[in-house]
């Protein structure tokens, strides 16, 4: 007698122990290990959308805060924006319980293995309807987008690492994590357009004025810690009104980075680690961890998005073999590496 | 402020936490010689208990400084029993011991009950959460940003280790699993859950039968109390609850 026996009568959710392949649990990979992160952030972000702030109305509750992301876009974005805090604010203390439960939902739905595309997949609209409703467009239309604030939305580069970390194998092997999925030449492509866009936008007029750059980090310092309070300060008087200076310092950091996903292993890796460093020094000095601390964030802000993102271009140790492009997985071979992964 | 009936129904939640941490108790048999009781279902119990104290006032029994003692006394024992996980596995018990997440949780809660900054408004001092929907904030926000963050992290691993263990189970099931793999089964769930798994897994490699492999479990009362899902189960409810908690008093 084997023990399918014993493991059959004990809980619902080996009752499928019979039907499933048996394949040892293999280990964690980088693409799950980003996942996770990924699925970590989400968490996050669901618990933070239950604080208390959240649950008010009016112009200095959340309703206020999202109808105020509708000024200056075109007024075919505007509009939605302008109903849809209408609406929650009508209906702010359940509409916010749905999004702070789904947020949490998100996070243990990608962590929990059998769940992981689904969602992944309702991840991917969750954040094009908070990047239109929730962070209108990012700034990317209206002028306030910059790098430094959240640029081009927090929000959207979750559907980005939501679609590179995507379960399933289009290149194999892949020369990085993210080019599993979608294929090297996609995905250094739209690396290079988040971060050439992020180099655009620390150089418009806002950015750039004199004390643009100072004037952004200073204004996060209400409510923080002391200890960050004076690291922020540190950090503008260190810039000071050499906003124009700071701002194309930081735009060609950002275009090195861009390019850097095209060169050789070695400048690639060099490329990354400024890319994290860039995006740690933005997190703790001009967002200011989120804002968490000072205890009215809505999510982490882009850093960590942007330094997880880093991460899923990292080459691995060993080259791959020469990278041969095969045809798109269908659903079930894709499926079957999902769940060998997963 | 987050609405009363959101606190309420994650104190719910812990409340279920605490029954069944108290039913694993009971169903171990504790006043039977050779009983096995662990302490991970003592301290489920306890903190389930404490939390919905603090999540809903009305369900608040003991003061700060008595829940603070326990939780102390918790961390102390956790954290022999890291370092002795340390001792004999290195980093990895950190990441794959059971011991460790108890250890943060354990201190997580000394850290809540002992570093409020304001009594709670309708708790009668004992920190019931008029204390968190009334905006009670904690010393060293910073310290409550980290805990959240671990606890989250913790969750997130525990809950990828449940799903991936489906398959682990199903090799160890059909014979082909060896005592190693169960012996990872007890690594992520514990003792508890482990003793099982491993005496499964190695009965499996020795083509030993069913009931000998029930003899093992010390849940024959209540079979599904034994499920490894339910233990990490209860961690997980506990270290999302523990989080937001933070979170709100930040």
């Given amino acids: ?342 | 402020m987050t609405p009363d009936w959101i606190l309420d129904i994650f104190a719910a939640v812990m409340l279920v936490v605490a029954a069944v941490s108290a039913a694993r108790l009971v169903a171990a048999r504790p006043w039977q010689r050779g009983a096995v009781v662990t302490d991970t279902d003592v301290s489920h119990l306890l903190m389930g208990i404490a939390m919905a104290g603090m999540l809903a006032s009305s369900l608040t029994t003991l003061p700060n400084g008595a829940w603070v003692a326990v939780f102390a006394v918790l961390a102390v024992w956790f954290g022999y029993r890291v370092v002795r996980d340390y001792q004999a596995s290195g980093a990895r018990a950190l990441a794959v011991g059971h011991c460790a997440p108890h250890l943060v949780h354990s201190a997580a809660m000394v850290y809540m009950f002992a570093a409020q900054a304001a009594p709670a408004a309708g708790g009668g001092g004992m920190g019931g959460m008029g204390a968190m929907s009334g905006m009670s904030t904690l010393h060293v926000p910073t310290l409550a940003f980290l805990f959240a963050l671990i606890l989250i992290g913790y969750t997130i691993w525990d809950l990828d280790q449940l799903s991936g263990l489906r398959q682990g189970l199903a090799l160890s099931v059909v014979g082909v699993a060896s005592p190693a793999l169960a012996g990872t089964t007890a690594g992520v769930l514990g003792p508890e859950a482990g003793t099982t798994a491993l005496a499964a897994g190695s009965r499996a490699a020795n083509g030993v039968d069913q009931g000998s492999v029930d003899q093992g479990s010390r849940f024959t009362l209540i079979p599904v109390l034994d499920s490894p899902g339910i233990v990490v189960g209860c961690r997980i409810a506990m270290g999302v609850t523990m989080a937001l908690m933070l979170i709100l008093m930040i």
């Fill in chain 1, 1 to 342: 007698m084997t023990d399918v026996a014993v493991a059959g009568n004990r809980t619902a959710w080996r009752g499928r122990l019979g039907t499933e392949p048996v394949t040892a649990r293999p280990p964690l990979d980088a693409r799950r290990a980003l996942q996770l992160v990924l699925a970590a952030i989400w968490l996050l972000d669901g618990v933070l959308q239950y604080q208390g702030f959240m649950f008010t109305n009016g112009d200095n509750g959340f309703s206020g805060m999202l109808a105020g992301t509708a000024d200056g876009n075109p007024a075919v974005i505007a509009k939605p924006i302008t109903w849809d805090a209408n609406l929650i604010d009508h209906h702010i203390v359940l509409l916010n319980a749905i999004f702070a439960t789904i947020q949490l939902l998100l996070g243990l739905g990608i962590a929990f293995r059998p769940t992981v595309r689904v969602a992944l997949a309702a991840s991917v609209l969750w954040s094009l309807g908070v990047w239109w409703f929730g962070e209108g467009l990012g700034g990317v239309l209206n002028g306030a987008a910059s790098p430094l604030n959240g640029a081009p939305g927090a929000v959207i580069i979750y559907a980005l690492l939501a679609v590179l970390l995507w379960p399933a194998d289009r290149q194999v092997p892949a020369p990085f994590t993210a080019a599993r999925a979608v294929g090297a030449h996609v995905a250094r492509a739209l690396w290079a357009v988040l971060w050439l866009s992020l180099a655009y936008f620390a150089l418009t007029p806002a950015n750039r004025a004199p004390a643009g750059v100072s004037g952004m980090i200073a204004g996060m310092e209400g409510g923080e810690p002391v200890w960050l309070q004076d690291l922020q300060k540190a950090g503008a008087s260190l810039i000071g009104n050499q906003g124009l200076a700071a701002s194309v310092v930081l735009a060609v950091a950002l275009v090195l980075i861009a390019a850097g996903v095209y060169l050789p292993a070695r400048i690639t890796k060099a490329a990354l680690v400024l890319a994290i460093v860039v995006a740690a020094c933005i997190w703790v000095f001009a967002q200011a961890f989120g804002g968490i601390l000072a205890g009215g964030a809505t999510d982490v802000n882009s850093g960590p998005l942007l330094a997880l993102l880093a991460l899923a271009y990292w080459p691995p140790r060993t080259a791959p073999a020469a990278p041969q492009a095969v045809p798109a997985v269908s659903e079930e071979p894709a499926a079957s590496a999902s769940e060998q992964e997963a």
